[in-house]
């Protein structure tokens, strides 16, 4: 009879940063690329808002594969990462959120011990990741931004201390395919169902990172609490 067993193993997690800690350090941002991306190129558009105020860290999915391109081979394809896919969900769930925790415990124990503000963000298939942690996670988080998704139904709002904590941002394109009007507005009132409340911001273009609003909502800033 064929049965399924479960392993737990060591991985080799790859994250990339951007800035240094030093005295003028004010924040942290940790940011999670979405479907296919690569943690080293999606850390590229923070480069903007990059200072020595902040310090960016772009965690990279446990998963990566080649991105199939018709009449290439994969020597000549691009390589990209997913943080999970329907096969043995759960259990990419939890690696993720252990994951995601033990990442925010490695950085901070390399930053000055001084209160800083957390600004987490998750692009896409990120914005699922990102929710599912703040939904467990002991982490403090000050500020999350969902850029070009929505949380998942699975999220249980009632029960998640960080992400109930946290100033709450959703941000999309007007033309964005997976973060549409309909369902930023279902979003909004799930939120509100909760006591809850999601800033709303938009911008023309697609399913993108924009940097002139990504640098107008880093200008906000997330002050600490």
Known sequence: MRREHHLPVSRTARYFTIGEPGEALRELWIVC??????????????????????????????????????????????????????????????????YLDALYAHIRATLPPVPLACTVLGF???????????????????????????????????AAPALRAARLIAVAGTADEHATPELLTAQTARLTAHGL????????????????????????????R
């Not at 990462?81 to 329907?86: C, D, P, Q, Y």
């Not at 990120?126 to 998704?149: H, K, N, P, Y």
């Not at 800033?199 to 990504?214: A, C, K, P």
């Open 33 to 98: 690329h979405g479907y296919g991306q690569l943690a080293g190129r999606f850390v590229r558009h923070f480069e903007p808002i990059a200072g020595p105020e902040r310090l960016i860290v772009a965690p990279e999915a446990l998963s990566r594969f080649y991105v199939e391109q018709p009449g290439k081979t994969h020597a000549d394809t691009h390589v990209g990462a997913t943080w999970m896919t329907r096969e043995d969900r759960l259990s990419d769930i939890e690696d993720n959120i252990e």
């Open 124 to 158: 896409s298939q990120g914005v699922a990741t990102l929710s599912r942690w703040l939904e467990r996670t002991d982490v403090r988080v000050d500020r999350a931004i969902f850029w070009g998704g929505t949380i998942p139904a699975d999220v249980d709002l009632a």
């Open 197 to 224: 409340s999601c800033e709303r911001v938009s911008f023309n273009g697609s399913h993108r990172i924009d940097r002139d609003t990504l640098t107008r909502v880093a200008a906000e800033g997330a002050p600490v």
